[in-house]
């Protein structure tokens, strides 16, 4: 790892500013947390649906516990763009092929996999999910569509004056809770999940660390409790929604567009930007592939017949014993992920030793 190292955006799959200590040990750690709260939010709601009434009448307790751990986790892909911006996507060829190759090693491999052991049919949706052209998988495509507008996004974000800046930021998210997060129809913005949307994730963090307005100059424990109690208000406010019998009022609340997602991400990145330890090559090594933890888990052949299905089969009572279980399943799926990304990284590394031995070769000044 060179002296100045590039943070990857996604899993060291794009690469990002360049920064005085190399990768940053604290905010790959909340990389891992990041995608660790996506397989959170699958394994809750996803998989059992939010507390109705009548569930809350019976078991409050343990349905405000499920509201919260929700409320915790939505911050999940928000946090993952956020850490985008905050330090710069730098895309390259090598980092854009990488992130193909890994694409194509889980989605191939497993489709791959499940067809020989008769587990699913050959399909036209096979077809289309190879190639992001089905309905699975939204971030990626938002993703790289964030990455090929990074140019011109840093370009604006280094170059322009605070204030100008600021308004830009306000009138976009104002634009963005209005029609994006509270109008009925949110065709451009899809709740947060899209480009558009990225666009104003990423240019929010890229604000807050050049420019550092005051309310992120407070301490990380100010920081973990702003992301605490907006995750709290979060809770409550579904909780209520489903009580008065607010129909929408869950989707609403616990959407990537909402003021209180956005809120609660950037807290959670200060926070941890300000989190004091050494470099830890086990946390960058596993923050390499904690992108593969959501190309396995969301899989069209994992989620529903099997990470959703495993996790019906647990009893929900709302106890401890069925918390841990789904937990230590959730974990193991992240983990198993994590290892099979780590063998695809050599597969990557021998193919670039040998067959595109250009993509490792030193830049020119003015490349």
Not at 51 to 64: H, N, R, T, Y
Not at 79 to 86: A, E, Q, Y
Not at 160 to 185: C, H, N
Not at 355 to 366: E, H, I, S
Request: proline share 5%; charged share 15%.
């Amino acid at each position: 790892m060179d002296t100045l190292d590039k943070t990857p955006a996604l899993t060291g799959s794009v690469e990002t500013g360049k920064h005085k200590f190399g990768r940053q040990s604290n905010i790959e750690l909340l990389r891992i947390v990041a995608t660790f709260f996506i397989l959170v939010l699958h394994a809750n709601f996803q998989a059992f649906g939010a507390p109705s009434k009548a569930e809350i009448i019976a078991c409050p307790l343990g349905s405000f516990l499920r509201f919260l751990c929700q409320s915790i986790s939505v911050v999940g892909v928000d946090v993952f763009v956020l850490i985008s911006g905050w330090f710069g996507i730098r895309p390259s060829w090598k980092s854009a092929l990488n992130l193909a190759f890994q694409f194509f090693f889980f989605t191939i491999g497993i489709y791959v996999t499940a067809i020989v052991c008769g587990f699913i049919r050959f399909s036209s949706d096979v077809v289309l999910n190879c190639f992001c052209l089905g309905h699975w998988n939204w971030f990626l495509r938002a993703y790289v569509g964030l990455m090929i507008l990074s140019p011109i996004l840093n370009a604006y974000a280094d170059n322009t004056p605070r204030k100008p800046f600021a308004l830009l930021l306000t009138a976009f998210f104002a634009f963005e809770i209005i029609y994006g997060w509270m109008a009925r129809e949110t065709q451009g913005f899809y709740k947060g999940q899209s480009v558009i949307s990225f666009i104003g994730l990423y240019l929010l963090a890229r604000f807050m660390r050049r420019f550092r307005p005051r309310w992120t100059e407070r301490t990380m424990f100010h920081d973990f409790c702003a992301y605490g109690c907006i995750a709290l208000l979060i809770a409550v406010g579904a909780l209520s929604s489903r009580l008065a019998g607010w129909k929408d009022g869950v989707h609403t609340l616990y959407s990537n567009a909402s003021p209180f997602t956005i809120a609660a991400s950037a807290f959670l990145l200060l926070a941890f930007s300000k989190l004091a330890f050494a470099p830890t090559k086990g946390i960058n090594r596993i923050a390499k592939s904690a992108y593969a933890s959501y190309l396995l888990h969301t899989h069209p052949a994992i989620l529903a017949p099997v990470f959703i299905a495993t996790i019906q089969s647990f009893p929900l009572r709302h106890s401890m014993p069925s918390f841990l279980a789904i937990f230590g399943f959730v974990l193991a799926v992240y983990a198993i992920a994590i290892l099979i990304d780590q063998a695809r990284i050599q597969c990557w590394n021998g193919i670039v030793r040998h067959a595109l031995p250009w993509l490792d070769r030193p830049k020119r000044p003015n490349e």
